[in-house]
């Protein structure tokens, strides 16, 4: 890690064939470019160049078991721009999910398991749906205030059956949206210590250059916000990245940004750094070209070699141990601590307690006209006390939209164990972050502001109705995760 250059770097050589890390990582490059090209659809170019960053974060970094993605304390990894898909897809294919090979050769195809965007609830390890850039940003801190809570509920001296880390991948679109600027404010405000997102910093968008549009100071910015930042000069510079890594790790009172300087197209000699390498195939004589650059000696469509795969797999090795240590603490926890463990294990079944509704009144013509927004006051302070997973507030109107909870303490750094949310004037970032806090599993987010400024929200709204759909599937595989 070294301070940046204003200058951006030209595209460094490609290290000499023969490194396993190296085949590893243009399986990725291979399979990406390969799928989009047989869909003549999707972009090739990202997934090409942040290829560096999936192969460590999910070889070596994530605590996660392909063979269970609902297991509750796994790590979550948002691909927040979504568009970069066969980055995701080819890494869950690659570390041993249940995706197959004809699943990526399906990609963007009707019905398939790879359609293009990640979809929560549809592809086995896609933790939560991006696509309508910034929002996944959002969903990750509203993931890593998940489990700082839950920790601060469920875990016992001794017994941290609640402890992972979140991390995300975000473009320059991600970073353009207002979006990111609302959740990346109140992450810092909030110090989430394990969020760590990466940048991709490609100075690129569709329309050209970002010295177009975007001459942000990232890292002042993001450091204005309370973050810790990094910056890693060359994605490829495996050393360099994994320190990043491990620094942003280390570091547990900020969240993290890791800048990394990277070139959608890697590996394609006429597209490298070219807005070209976004949206559309390569073409079949670039790919051809591109498997030469990268020294990929076998020229058929999705061939990775065995040793490639069998390296890639060891990840499946190490994620079936972190999972049966964690089941190891998770029994004697649940020996130690019965009620709480049965507690947290209703939480994540998401079923609620039988007698969740008792105290809600009814609201009669009888007795009288109540406001909206009163009688929701009401039922909201009706089940807090029965339904301890409800957690949430509102964007700088709780006066008024009467979501304040009687004897609820707020949730902050140094109580993360309260249970009412101020958002701030951040309606688009309360609307993400619910989202992520909801797929995380465990609890019922909520937030409130006037109707109106719900049209600020709109974008989180559309996607929790999508993921609405999906939730049940997930929580069956979160019951089974259990088990
Ligand atoms: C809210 C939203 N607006 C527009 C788009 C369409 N879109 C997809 S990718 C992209 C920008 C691409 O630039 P960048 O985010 O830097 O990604 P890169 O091309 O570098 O992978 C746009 C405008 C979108 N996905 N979401
Ligand atoms: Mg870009």
């Given at each position: 890690?070294?301070?940046?250059?204003?200058?951006?770097?030209?595209?460094?050589?490609?290290?000499?064939?023969?490194?396993?890390?190296?085949?590893?990582?243009?399986?990725?490059?291979?399979?990406?470019?390969?799928?989009?090209?047989?869909?003549?659809?999707?972009?090739?170019?990202?997934?090409?160049?942040?290829?560096?960053?999936?192969?460590?974060?999910?070889?070596?970094?994530?605590?996660?078991?392909?063979?269970?993605?609902?297991?509750?304390?796994?790590?979550?990894?948002?691909?927040?721009?979504?568009?970069?898909?066969?980055?995701?897809?080819?890494?869950?294919?690659?570390?041993?999910?249940?995706?197959?090979?004809?699943?990526?050769?399906?990609?963007?195809?009707?019905?398939?398991?790879?359609?293009?965007?990640?979809?929560?609830?549809?592809?086995?390890?896609?933790?939560?749906?991006?696509g309508p850039l910034g929002q996944g940003i959002g969903n990750a801190v509203g993931m890593a205030l998940a489990e700082t809570h839950l920790a601060a509920i469920f875990n016992r001296p001794d017994y941290e059956v609640i402890d992972h880390r979140t991390y995300f991948i975000c473009s320059d679109g991600d970073l353009m949206e207002g979006v990111s600027h609302e959740s990346a404010s109140?992450?810092?405000?909030?110090?989430?210590?394990?969020?760590?997102?990466?940048?991709?910093?490609?100075?690129?968008?569709?329309?050209?250059?970002?010295?177009?549009?975007?001459?942000?100071?990232?890292?002042?910015?993001?450091?204005?916000?309370?973050?810790?930042?990094?910056?890693?000069?060359?994605?490829?510079?495996?050393?360099?990245?994994?320190?990043?890594?491990?620094?942003?790790?280390a570091e547990t009172e900020r969240p993290s940004l890791i800048m990394c300087r990277t070139h959608i197209g890697y590996g394609s000699p006429h597209k490298v750094d070219s807005a070209k390498a976004h949206g559309e195939a390569l073409g079949v004589a670039e790919v051809a070209l591109s498997r030469k650059e990268l020294r990929w000696p076998w020229t058929e469509a999705f061939f990775v070699p065995p040793e490639a795969i069998a390296h890639w797999r060891l990840a499946r090795d190490a994620g079936?141990?972190?999972?049966?240590?964690?089941?190891?603490?998770?029994?004697?926890?649940?020996?130690?601590?019965?009620?709480?463990?049965?507690?947290?294990?209703?939480?994540?079944?998401?079923?609620?307690?039988?007698?969740?509704?008792?105290?809600?009144?009814?609201?009669?013509?009888?007795?009288?006209?109540?406001?909206?927004?009163?009688?929701?006051?009401?039922?909201?302070n009706a089940i807090a006390a029965r339904v301890p997973e409800l957690?949430?507030?509102?964007?700088?109107?709780?006066?008024?939209?009467?979501?304040?909870?009687?004897?609820?303490?707020?949730?902050n750094p140094g109580d993360r164990a309260g249970r009412y949310l101020h958002f701030g004037i951040r309606e688009h970032g309360m609307g993400a972050i619910l989202n992520g806090m909801s797929v995380h599993g465990g609890l019922i987010p909520f937030g409130g502001t006037f109707l109106i400024f719900s049209d600020y929200m709109r974008p989180p709204i559309r996607l929790a109705a999508l993921m609405r759909r999906r939730r049940r599937t997930s929580v069956e595989r979160a019951c089974g995760a259990l088990r």
């Open positions: 890690m070294e301070p940046a250059t204003a200058q951006a770097p030209a595209p460094p050589a490609i290290p000499a064939p023969g490194d396993l890390d190296l085949l590893c990582i243009n399986a990725i490059r291979i399979l990406a470019m390969d799928a989009v090209q047989k869909a003549d659809s999707g972009h090739p170019g990202t997934p090409m160049a942040l290829a560096p960053i999936a192969y460590l974060l999910y070889t070596r970094h994530l605590r996660h078991d392909p063979a269970d993605p609902a297991w509750p304390n796994r790590d979550r990894f948002v691909l927040s721009c979504g568009h970069a898909s066969m980055l995701l897809y080819s890494s869950l294919y690659l570390s041993g999910y249940d995706l197959s090979l004809d699943d990526i050769k399906n990609f963007r195809q009707w019905g398939s398991k790879t359609p293009g965007h990640p979809e929560y609830g549809h592809t086995p390890g896609v933790e939560t749906t991006t109140f992450a810092g405000h909030f110090k989430l210590g394990k969020l760590i997102g990466f940048y991709d910093d490609n100075h690129i968008t569709i329309d050209g250059s970002t010295d177009l549009t975007f001459t942000d100071d990232t890292q002042r910015r993001f450091e204005a916000y309370g973050w810790h930042v990094l910056r890693v000069p060359d994605v490829n510079d495996l050393v360099a990245l994994d320190a990043a890594i491990r620094a942003a790790q079936r141990d972190v999972h049966a240590s964690w089941q190891m603490r998770y029994a004697a926890y649940q020996q130690a601590h019965t009620q709480t463990a049965a507690e947290l294990d209703r939480r994540l079944r998401g079923v609620l307690r039988p007698d969740w509704d008792a105290d809600i009144p009814v609201f009669t013509p009888e007795n009288g006209n109540v406001a909206s927004r009163a009688a929701s006051g009401i039922v909201l957690i949430g507030g509102s964007a700088d109107l709780t006066p008024s939209n009467n979501t304040s909870l009687a004897g609820i303490l707020n949730y």
